[in-house]
């Protein structure tokens, strides 16, 4: 009996080298778990604060939160939304619209932007709440079906993706179109523009809206940023076309899937002492600044 407790070196040395790993993974893994759970609570935060609803410009809306967008269409045969936010977002999405006396149930159609998780990371909610119908680009299909597992996403980050850091609830997309597609329900017609560059599929949509009796052109525009995470080859060719399309769409009223970047905030204030509060909305001087902002960058090389 004495003898088995007393321990001899040899399996106390192995117990001692095995804590000392168990401490050095710890340390190790407890920055990089701090950082992660930090960068999920950044990014959760970040621009998902509640923005009060509003009309943009006749059967136009924002539904979106603070920065990450979210825009409604109205008709009489069912609405459309563009873009779902984080995965978190759905809930101030159907909130806004119910705010603004439309149903969630009546949206038909859901559309997107680009399949990063802050703008297709609530398809499937939204989805699952409207019953709507997905169209997206096929590229863009690919990676919302995936649950944003997007083959072109730098592979160190491809394993945050999977663990749902980065990554989303797939959702299934019912109709896959090409460029220069008009998706329409009922009078209601926007037509995509594969816009290539910031993600293979990202696209952009334009649509006309009638504000009274003047028909305004409306530009909702991708991301032009160039992420240093996110790269694949014919991704400058890409963006060179992708300013060439954007140059050439009439775009009277222009938004894009962060707000700050199209001045949500500034527009909205300066309907209060617009003659028409539409009018501040009003920008293709912004606009083209917008795709020269996004060329410059990219002659320069930054990345994001
Ligand atoms: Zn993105």
Same mark, same amino acid.
């Given at each position: ?12 040395? #192995?117990?001692?080298? =095995?804590?000392? %790993? @168990?401490?050095?993974? *710890? ?5 990089? /778990?701090?950082? &992660? ?120 980050? #491809?394993?945050?993706? =999977?663990?749902? %850091? @980065?990554?989303?609830? *797939? ?5 896959? /179109?090409?460029? &220069? ?124």
């Amino acid at each position: 009996m004495e003898a088995n407790k007393s321990p001899g070196p040899a399996p106390r040395r #192995r117990i001692t080298r =095995r804590r000392l %790993i @168990l401490i050095a993974f *710890a340390i190790l893994a407890a920055p990089l /778990f701090l950082l &992660g759970r930090a960068w999920k609570q950044g990014s959760d935060d970040g621009g998902q604060k509640y923005a009060r609803p509003f009309r943009i410009a006749g059967n136009f809306y924002y539904v979106g939160a603070n920065d990450i967008a979210a825009f409604l269409i109205t008709g009489p045969q069912g609405h459309v939304v563009i873009d779902g936010g984080y995965p978190g977002t759905p809930p101030l999405i159907i909130a806004s619209i119910a705010e603004l006396g439309f149903d969630i149930r009546d949206v038909r159609v859901l559309l997107n932007s680009e399949p990063h998780g802050d703008h297709a990371g609530g398809l499937a909610a939204l989805k699952e709440a409207s019953g709507a119908e997905i169209w997206a680009s096929h590229a863009s299909a690919d990676v919302i079906e995936a649950g944003g597992d997007d083959p072109d996403i730098h592979w160190a980050l #491809r394993p945050l993706v =999977r663990v749902g %850091i @980065l990554g989303y609830p *797939a959702a299934r997309v019912d109709h896959r /179109f090409d460029d &220069g597609d008009t998706i329409r329900v009922g009078p209601v017609a926007l037509t995509a523009h594969v816009t290539a560059g910031h993600t293979r599929g990202c696209t952009s949509w334009s649509f006309p809206v009638q504000d009274g009796d003047r028909e305004l052109q409306a530009v909702s525009a991708c991301s032009l940023v160039v992420l240093g995470v996110s790269r694949y080859s014919g991704q400058a060719p890409d963006f060179e076309r992708t300013f060439q399309v954007l140059r050439s769409l009439q775009a009277d009223i222009w938004v894009t899937s962060h707000a700050r970047l199209w001045g949500r905030y500034r527009k909205f204030v300066a309907r209060d002492t617009a003659a028409n509060p539409v009018d501040p909305f009003i920008d293709p001087e912004g606009y083209r600044a917008y795709i020269d902002g996004g060329e410059s960058e990219l002659r320069r090389g930054v990345a994001h």
